[in-house]
């Protein structure tokens, strides 16, 4: 089969925003932002966020890691050790509390597992949550914007923007795969086992984030490693045909990762991830180099094909 990039056929699957989906939005953002206001007139109770200091201490030695200020905790969220929560209710703002845990059994850290331990609590201030209303005032203090119709329109076109670029980027893997679907290439066994070494590196990591492991998935799963990898060859293998479908794009097209591409792509995935170029320059190594110049060239592909592509505008 040709390989064939220039002129393919595609939807552009475009999916305009609702009233029914600017009010889940909208009271999505009331239930997420409660509004706070300092309580000075009674004790905490269940419920309330309370900004404390405090320091923990076994068998009266202050240990590594258990200490904190101005940390902020409500009561009853179930974040802090069992027990912990429901005895800073009581505490009047400035005052000090001893709280008295035991920590559990599986805890993470090994050397305070099972062990009894106090904390010594300051309790800084105690706010009171309640609930907004969808008004100018919640426009205001949160959505900030003059009125709630303001925050309307304006959360209306947030969303139209965040469904119109995942229809755009949705419309671009396509192209993608349709071009690869085209190509005379099938990667040797070799380079597929290395790519499916990587998913599972992938998955690794994003799994660690959760304090899980492959081990813990395979559970869940009810598979064994094994048959979580070999689940992973197809798309494994796709996705090695795309990367080779960019390449070949790049050579007869003579795509480059230039200079001023290679910038944009760093300041790009300098505000993806929150950090500025001189936090991200002790990771810039080969690997990380040739990652991004695999970037700057896949973005200039899909550019390519998105192009020279006959595509038609469908509503869903």
Request: glycine fraction near 6%; charge should be negative.
């Amino acid at each position: 089969m040709e390989f064939q990039y220039r002129g393919l056929k595609a939807d552009y699957e475009h999916l305009t925003v609702t009233e029914e989906e600017l009010d889940r939005q909208l009271e999505r953002l009331r239930r997420e932002n409660p509004r706070v206001t300092a309580v000075t007139d009674r004790p905490a109770r269940m419920g309330d966020e309370v900004l404390l200091d405090y320091a923990g201490f076994c068998g009266g030695v202050q240990f590594p890691g258990g200490t904190a200020q101005n940390q902020t905790l409500t009561l009853g969220s179930g974040t802090f050790i069992p027990g912990f929560e429901e005895q800073l209710a009581g505490a009047l703002p400035g005052s000090s509390v001893t709280v008295e845990v035991t920590f559990p059994q599986e805890y993470r850290e090994p050397s305070l597992a099972g062990q009894k331990a106090e904390f010594r609590c300051t309790v800084r201030e105690i706010r009171e949550k309640s609930e907004y209303a969808l008004d100018d005032t919640f426009a205001r203090e949160v959505g900030r914007c003059a009125t709630a119709q303001e925050l309307r329109e304006t959360m209306r076109r947030t969303l139209q923007s965040v469904f119109d670029e995942r229809a755009e980027n949705e419309l671009r893997e396509r192209l993608l795969r349709a071009a690869a679907a085209t190509l005379d290439f099938d990667p040797a066994e070799a380079e597929l086992e290395t790519a499916l070494d990587e998913q599972l590196q992938a998955l690794g990591a994003q799994l660690a984030q959760r304090s899980l492991s492959l081990e813990d998935y395979c559970r869940f799963t009810g598979e064994s490693l094994d048959e979580l990898r070999e689940g992973m060859r197809a798309d494994a293998r796709a996705m090695l045909r795309q990367k080779k479908t960019v390449e070949k794009i790049a050579e007869l097209e003579k795509l480059e990762a230039d200079e001023a591409s290679v910038s944009a792509a760093l300041a790009e995935i300098c505000r993806e991830n929150g950090v500025t170029m001189e936090q991200l320059q002790p990771y810039y190594d080969e690997t990380f180099a040739a990652a991004v110049e695999r970037r700057v060239l896949t973005n200039k592909a899909l550019e390519l094909l998105r192009g020279a592509a006959d595509v038609t505008v469908r509503e869903v």
